[in-house]
C-alpha cells in the first residue's frame, strides 16, 4: 500500500497546478494520469486547442514557476478586445492603453500549458507522477481515502482530488449529483489564416445563429477560431470544401481581416453546461471540469479551474498549518462555497448573455445593441467589465 496525503485524479493543467502549488507545504502528493503529454517540437502546427488565460490565471502560473517556459515556447499577448452584433450598431471595443495594463491577456495552446505544468511537476520531490494510471476501485474510510488501480497497485490518501475532467469518474463514484444541460450548440474550432494582420486583438461577433471568436495567435496573420453553432450548422460547416467554408467564414466575420482561409483540420464538439451539487464531500474536493463546464463564449472555463486549483492550494495549505484535518468535508466547506459561488455567478452570467445574443428578433437586437453602446460609452463600466474578464475579483487572498 502506497500511502499519500493527497492524491489528484487527472493530470491535465487543473490537477498539475494543484500538484506544483502543494509542493512544500510538508505533504506528499501523487497526480494519477492515464496518459502523459507527448512534448510538441517548438515549429509544430499550432494545436487547435487554445485557452485566453487571464491576469488571475497568469499569476498562479508565475507562482507555479512556470510561466517564463510557457512564454518562451509559444504565446500570443492580446492587447486589445472587439465585441459587435452583425448588421447593427451595437459594439464595444477594450484597449490596454486605456487602461493603462501591459496586456489584457494571452491566448495560449493547452498542450503548451500542459506540458509545461508536466515538466515542472515531474521535478518536485513532494510530487509522484503515475501514469499510465486508470483507476479501478475507490473506497471512503472514516481517516482515509483508499484507491486501487487497473494494474492492482492500491494506494491511500487523507484527500482525494477529483480533476478528471467533466465525465469525472471520482464524481460519479462518490455519488455527487451533476445539473446539467444542453446549450444546443456545437463549437467548430480551427486555425485561420488572415489577409490582414489581427494586430493582437481578440474579436467576437454575434450573428443570431452563432457567436464566432477570432484569437490571435503568436503569428501576426494566424487566428484561432471558436464558431459555436446549431449542431446541424457546426456539422454542414466541417464537411464543406474549403473554398466555400473559407468563403463563408469570411462573410460571418464581415471581413474584418480580410479573406480568411482555413490551415488546419475542423473539429466540433458539443457545448454542455455542468454544474456539481457538492464540490466536496468526505475525502474528495473536485476542481476544474469535473465540478463545472460553461459555454466557451468568453473563454472563461480554464481560468474558472485555475481559480479552484489556487483556492484548493490555498486552504489545504491552511488546514494543513493549523494542523487540521484536511480531508475532513467540514474543513472543505470554505473551499467548496468558495468555488461554488464563482461557478454559478459565471454560468448565470454566461446563461443569460447567451439567451440575450440568440436570435434574430427586432426587439431583442435593439436591446443588445443599446447594452452594447452604453457599455461601450458610459464612464466606469468597460473598467469593471475588464477586471472581471481579467479575473481580478476571483483570486483568493494568498495569491493577490
Known sequence: MQTYDVIIAGGGMVGLAVACGLQGSGLKIAVLEREAPVATAADAPHALRVSAINAASERLLQHLDVWTQI???????YHGMEVWDKDS???????QRQQSLPHLGHIIENAVIHQELWDRASGLSDVTLVSPAGLQQVAFGDNEAFVTLADGTMMSARLLVGADGAHSWLRNKADIPLAFWDYGHHA???????EQPHEAVARQVFHGEGILAFLPLSDPHLCSIVWSL??????RLQSMPEALFNQQLSVAFDLRLGLCRVESERKTFPLMGRYARSFAAHRLALVGDAAHTIHPLAGQGVNLGFMDAAGLIGEIRRLH???????E???????ERSRKHSAAMMLAGM????????????????LRDVGLSLADSLPGVKPRLLKQAMGLNDMPEWLR
Open 71 to 77: 512564454l518562451a515556447v509559444r504565446a500570443s499577448a
Open 89 to 95: 450598431f451595437g459594439r464595444i471595443e477594450f484597449d
Open 188 to 194: 467548430l474550432v480551427a486555425n485561420i489564416r488572415c
Open 230 to 235: 446549431s449542431p446541424q450548422e457546426a456539422s
Open 321 to 327: 498549518q493549523q494542523g487540521k484535518d484536511i480531508g
Open 329 to 335: 468535508h467540514l474543513n472543505l466547506r470554505r473551499y
Open 351 to 366: 446563461q443569460g448573455f447567451r439567451e440575450l445574443f440568440n436570435g434574430n428578433h427586432p426587439a431583442k437586437k435593439l
